[in-house]
């Protein structure tokens, strides 16, 4: 029997007194799926030398992950919030460690594949419960401390994964390459689970609705359906069974929100609250941070194969040069939630343009070194800036769209931006691959000098789009 069982869950009158233990675990167990959004970029050269794996093969490493995690994002929060929090925590732990032991002992692409789309679920089911349990067990200013400490982990995560993935690959621990980026997580699922078994306690909102598993199983399926044909069309020659494919999963995810907006069944939770996509401010801004997500993992999925695969770069190298990147986010993410709470929708803008100039500068100077290898100071400077327009673009999102939703929105609010997160991320690493590979037989530089028009189109795009969102965020104290 648990020991938890004979503490009390917290209460309002009497927090729970192991609190902060308990979020230093849960935060431990959410850097495993926060390391591994960007840890396995760096290592894909290596893992598709190593396992002779296709272009397709490739783009499926980073999308099946992104699309498990989209799919079962929304439904697992509110199983914890109805049934329990602890459970789901403990049992996404468990299985995220085994699915990273199952994608470090893969012996094909297609295992691989597999894993990585079950450490997708997986992670969904965990990260959920990290927050929600944060917002029951904190109250005032230890909760915004507790966020604080998410927010300041997760930006750190973002930057060490880059690095700690090539670091880890050239490493090669006991002959394990490419494999350690994902066998480190076993132990730290070990510790964690045990860690969490004594320390994390039950919480779930009383009020909470019935989840809605047949919806969310026809969302998972129309998500794979759009990406499935972007991936693959291109090997296969564009057939028409890919295009049919794509257009009914596009109808899929519409039609499931229209049956959302009419049904009228009590208790039920909707999975897409037609009521918050009424609001122009939170289409637009959904909107924004898929296209955000869309160039950001399309380019750092080509920009690791050509570094490595046309420029010689180590693993390693690769991982520290990108580190720029995340150092020019470090610059300006702690202005950007009080820059955006006076000049709102001009912060993001701003962020939006400042990206499409770094990535312009990349492409400028890969394109200016047609007859060389670019080297690395060249590319520094467009990294740091577009690095430094994530911060004010990505950081105050949902804090200046959530001004124009209503309070009883915005848990939901939040987690469809999560979902769109995830989803754009594996669209942009189907799309922006897909335009990468259908040219590499020209060279891995020209491959890349013709993919990067693509990305930093979706950031003006994003730019845009910016105009039409609220004309500053909401202040803390509101």
Same mark, same amino acid.
């Given at each position: 029997?648990?020991?938890?069982?004979?503490?009390?869950?917290?209460?309002?009158?009497?927090?729970?007194?192991?609190?902060?233990?308990?979020?230093?675990?849960?935060?431990?167990?959410?850097?495993?799926?926060?390391?591994?959004?960007?840890?396995?970029?760096?290592?894909?050269?290596?893992?598709?030398?190593?396992?002779?794996?296709?272009?397709?093969?490739?783009?499926?490493?980073?999308?099946?992950?992104?699309?498990?995690?989209?799919?079962?994002?929304?439904?697992?929060?509110?199983?914890?919030?109805?049934?329990?929090?602890?459970?789901?925590?403990?049992?996404?732990?468990?299985?995220?460690?085994?699915?990273?032991?199952?994608?470090?002992?893969?012996?094909?692409?297609?295992?691989?594949?597999?894993?990585?789309?079950?450490?997708?679920?997986?992670?969904?089911?965990?990260?959920?419960?990290?927050?929600?349990?944060?917002?029951?067990?904190?109250?005032?200013?230890?909760?915004?401390?507790?966020?604080?400490?998410?927010?300041?982990?997760?930006?750190?995560?973002?930057?060490?994964?880059?690095?700690?993935?090539?670091?880890?690959?050239?490493?090669?621990?006991?002959?394990?390459?490419?494999?350690?980026?994902?066998?480190?997580?076993?132990?730290?699922?070990?510790?964690?689970?045990?860690?969490?078994?004594?320390?994390?306690?039950?919480?779930?909102?009383?009020?909470?609705?019935?989840?809605?598993?047949?919806?969310?199983?026809?969302?998972?399926?129309?998500?794979?359906?759009?990406?499935?044909?972007?991936?693959?069309?291109?090997?296969?020659?564009?057939?028409?069974?890919?295009?049919?494919?794509?257009?009914?999963?596009?109808?899929?995810?519409?039609?499931?929100?229209?049956?959302?907006?009419?049904?009228?069944?009590?208790?039920?939770?909707?999975?897409?609250?037609?009521?918050?996509?009424?609001?122009?401010?939170?289409?637009? +801004?959904?909107?924004?941070?898929?296209?955000?997500?869309?160039?950001?993992?399309?380019?750092?999925?080509?920009?690791?194969?050509?570094?490595?695969?046309?420029?010689?770069?180590?693993?390693?190298?690769?991982?520290?040069?990108?580190?720029?990147?995340?150092?020019?986010?470090?610059?300006?993410?702690?202005?950007?939630?009080?820059?955006?709470?006076?000049? +709102?929708?001009?912060?993001?803008?701003?962020?939006?343009?400042?990206?499409?100039?770094?990535?312009?500068?990349?492409?400028?100077?890969?394109?200016?070194?047609?007859?060389?290898?670019?080297?690395?100071?060249?590319?520094?400077?467009?990294?740091?800036?577009?690095?430094?327009?994530?911060?004010?673009?990505?950081?105050?999102?949902?804090?200046?769209?959530?001004?124009?939703?209503?309070?009883?929105?915005?848990?939901?609010?939040?987690?469809?931006?999560?979902?769109?997160?995830?989803?754009?991320?594996?669209?942009?690493?189907?799309?922006?691959?897909?335009?990468?590979?259908?040219?590499?037989?020209?060279?891995?530089?020209?491959?890349?000098?013709?993919?990067?028009?693509?990305?930093?189109?979706?950031?003006?795009?994003?730019?845009?789009?910016?105009?039409?969102?609220?004309?500053?965020?909401?202040?803390?104290?509101?």
């Amino acid at each position: 029997m648990s020991t938890t069982l004979t503490t009390p869950p917290p209460t309002a009158a009497e927090p729970y007194p192991r609190r902060w233990a308990a979020a230093v675990v849960m935060m431990i167990a959410a850097l495993m799926d926060l390391l591994d959004v960007t840890i396995v970029n760096v290592a894909i050269p290596s893992i598709g030398r190593d396992l002779h794996a296709s272009a397709s093969d490739l783009q499926w490493l980073v999308s099946a992950y992104l699309l498990g995690f989209a799919a079962t994002l929304i439904v697992s929060g509110h199983l914890g919030d109805r049934f329990g929090r602890r459970g789901l925590f403990l049992a996404g732990t468990a299985g995220f460690g085994l699915a990273s032991l199952g994608c470090g002992i893969a012996g094909s692409p297609g295992q691989l594949i597999a894993a990585r789309a079950v450490q997708g679920v997986l992670a969904a089911v965990l990260m959920p419960q990290v927050l929600g349990s944060f917002r029951t067990l904190f109250r005032g200013k230890d909760r915004g401390a507790a966020f604080g400490m998410y927010g300041a982990v997760a930006g750190f995560a973002s930057a060490i994964g880059l690095l700690l993935g090539g670091l880890l690959t050239d490493a090669d621990l006991f002959g394990w390459g490419w494999r350690s980026v994902f066998l480190v997580n076993v132990p730290v699922a070990v510790g964690t689970f045990v860690a969490g078994l004594l320390l994390v306690p039950s919480t779930k909102e009383r009020s909470a609705g019935r989840p809605d598993v047949l919806g969310s199983l026809v969302l998972a399926a129309g998500l794979v359906a759009v990406v499935l044909p972007l991936v693959q069309g291109r090997q296969n020659g564009w057939p028409l069974w890919g295009w049919t494919c794509l257009a009914a999963g596009v109808l899929a995810i519409a039609g499931l929100g229209v049956y959302e907006a009419r049904r009228r069944t009590p208790g039920t939770v909707p999975l897409l609250p037609a009521r918050a996509f009424r609001l122009p401010a939170f289409s637009v +801004g959904v909107l924004v941070q898929l296209l955000f997500s869309v160039g950001m993992q399309g380019f750092f999925l080509v920009f690791a194969l050509w570094l490595q695969a046309g420029e010689g770069y180590s693993p390693a190298q690769a991982g520290v040069l990108t580190v720029a990147f995340s150092a020019g986010s470090f610059l300006t993410a702690p202005a950007a939630d009080g820059l955006a709470v006076k000049y +709102g929708r001009l912060v993001l803008g701003a962020g939006a343009l400042m990206m499409a100039g770094g990535f312009c500068w990349i492409w400028a100077a890969v394109t200016d070194s047609s007859a060389a290898h670019t080297g690395a100071w060249p590319l520094v400077p467009g990294l740091v800036i577009a690095g430094a327009g994530l911060g004010f673009l990505v950081v105050p999102l949902v804090n200046v769209v959530l001004s124009a939703v209503p309070g009883e929105l915005a848990g939901g609010a939040s987690g469809i931006f999560s979902t769109a997160q995830q989803f754009g991320g594996a669209l942009g690493a189907a799309v922006i691959g897909t335009v990468f590979f259908g040219h590499t037989s020209h060279g891995l530089t020209h491959a890349l000098t013709t993919a990067m028009p693509w990305v930093t189109a979706g950031f003006v795009i994003c730019a845009g789009l910016c105009g039409a969102l609220p004309r500053r965020a909401v202040a803390e104290h509101e």
